[in-house]
């Protein structure tokens, strides 16, 4: 028994160094691009591929997932994926051209793509029933804290020695997962493999790659009045519809129609789409508003960003003993409940606070996002055979990876949308000469000069800016609520000697 702990604890640190990779390199670096962009003489546009690339073959590989660890064994997939993401992630620190470096990353999203799911169903086969909630506590806590952790990880690591760093910490990450799961892994038989279903997997990742592309080059080309937009939009349309009409009518589907069957497991798929929107997007715009509106410094907006992360890590921490004692749709409640009352702070922020609400709302909304992923998780797989759990793992982790993308991509297109159009109202209301707008300017601005008049420019683009996150954040606030009416579509659960079972209504 003692041995039998011992190497769970090994494979359960194992399988989250592996996640942790991947979920690190969404995020860690962003930051680094401007670093990167002055080292290779890239463009504004031509810079944003080392982003676009790892996204887009992370998103057409994901699915592969599923059908690879059956065919070959998830040991094996998970050891040359490992081995693949760490040489990738090298092949990228070493780069000295821009294409030296959007090949490299296009490696690392392909070979990154397998290891979220794969960690999470490794982790629930070499874990007993009734430790099920802790151990999606455990790989949650990564899975949320990695890019949480990324920008500030990224930019210290920039700082401090080079943009290089940034994708050679992953050798170290990368070298003790390949050794524990060398070392500790079960060699598990390979699944017998069914037909491969190329049309459906083609299908699929037309779609993937056609809407990452629309949704990652949309803001910067004007969305859909640019023709290529339109045609990744149209390509996106009519592959999905190839794929759902052949997966509803092929005798061996690329992604089994049991899952679809599987109430459960879709509504908690939806779910965790949803909640993906609102904590990539939120994520995605907190930086940016703290250093580009509310003028903080690089530093102080990490410090700032801490609590967050603070937050969910507190929520990992409990979420284990609330998942043994409460139910889970209760406890989805509160963590839902929570994120919303985040976004309603967040909706009230203005340009004469101090840290002090940022600070507030970020560790709330911590709290609420890391009580409400467990639960989610616990729920949709609570209902999926072992059997299925693989490529179940691939389509809930692909559901997530859309929302996260549709969420940075629509919400970044709003902010500039309510930001020119707070703008336009602003300026249509501003008169030099009215004594009120006078007073309201900072001292030193002399409208009767060009440069005075461009500070008012400035000015007041400032509170433009401002009022479209708030409209942005009262948004996030209404979607949120959306989520309760998606709790009704979940079906409960009891426990009987530890273990989850759902109850029928």
């Known amino acids: 028994m003692a041995q039998a702990a011992v190497n769970r604890t090994a494979i359960t640190i194992t399988v989250l160094l592996a996640s942790l990779m991947n979920t690190l390199d969404m995020t860690i670096a962003n930051v680094a691009l401007p670093h990167i962009q002055g080292n290779v003489s890239a463009s504004q546009d031509q810079i944003a591929w080392v982003l676009t690339s790892y996204i887009v073959a992370s998103a057409v590989m994901t699915p592969l997932a599923g059908w690879l660890g059956g065919r070959f064994g998830r040991k094996n997939l998970l050891l040359v994926s490992v081995a693949a993401f760490t040489a990738a992630s090298m092949l990228c620190g070493a780069a ?89 892994l079960d060699r598990n038989p390979q699944d017998q493999p069914k037909p491969f279903d190329f049309l459906g997997y083609a299908a699929l990742a037309v779609f993937l790659g056609s809407l990452q592309l629309m949704l990652d080059r949309g803001p910067g080309l004007d969305w859909f009045s640019n023709l290529e937009i339109q045609i990744y939009l149209v390509t996106a349309a009519i592959a999905i519809w190839v794929f759902l009409v052949h997966t509803l009518t092929v005798e061996h589907p690329f992604f089994d129609r049991r899952l679809a069957r599987d109430s459960n497991f879709v509504a908690a798929s939806i779910f965790s789409s949803v909640t993906s929107v609102l904590m990539f997007g939120s994520i995605a715009m907190m930086p940016a508003m703290m250093q580009g509106v509310l003028q903080y410094p690089v530093l102080l907006a990490g410090i700032v960003s801490i609590p967050r992360g603070l937050g969910s890590l507190l929520a990992m921490m409990v979420i284990g003993w609330l998942m043994d004692r409460f139910p889970s749709r209760a406890i989805l409640a509160i963590g839902i409940a929570l994120t919303s009352f985040s976004f309603h702070q967040m909706a009230g922020f203005d340009l004469s606070m101090d840290t002090g609400p940022v600070i507030v709302s970020g560790f709330v909304q911590g709290i609420g996002v890391g009580i409400t992923f467990v639960p989610i998780t616990t729920l949709a797989f609570s209902t999926i055979p072992a059997s299925l759990r693989a490529e179940a793992s691939t389509v809930f982790t692909l559901c997530r990876s859309i929302g996260s993308a549709v969420g940075i991509s629509v919400m970044q297109a709003l902010l500039v949308f309510h930001g020119q159009s707070a703008h336009e109202s602003l300026v249509a209301h501003v008169a ?55 709790m009704v579509l979940l079906r409960p659960t009891r426990r009987n000697g530890g273990s989850v079972h759902v109850v029928s209504e």
Do not use: K
């Open 96 to 184: 000295n051209s821009l294409g030296e470096i959007v090949g490299a990353r296009l490696l690392q999203g392909m070979a990154g793509a397998s290891l979220t799911p794969l960690s999470q169903s490794l982790l629930l086969d070499h874990t007993p029933l009734e430790r099920h909630g802790r151990a999606m506590a455990l790989w949650g806590a990564v899975s949320l804290l990695g890019p949480i952790l990324g920008p500030p990880i990224g930019g210290w690591l920039t700082d401090q020695m080079s943009w290089r760093w940034v994708f050679f910490i992953n050798l170290p990450l990368g070298l003790l997962a390949f050794l524990g799961g060398w070392i500790f």
């Open 432 to 486: 030099s000469s009215s004594p009120v707008v006078v007073a309201a300017l900072p001292n030193g601005f002399d409208l009767g000069a060009l440069s005075g008049l461009s500070n008012l420019n400035g000015f007041i683009t400032r509170q433009g800016m401002m009022i479209a996150y708030l409209d942005n954040f009262y948004l996030m606030f209404w979607l949120s609520m959306f989520c309760f009416p998606l």
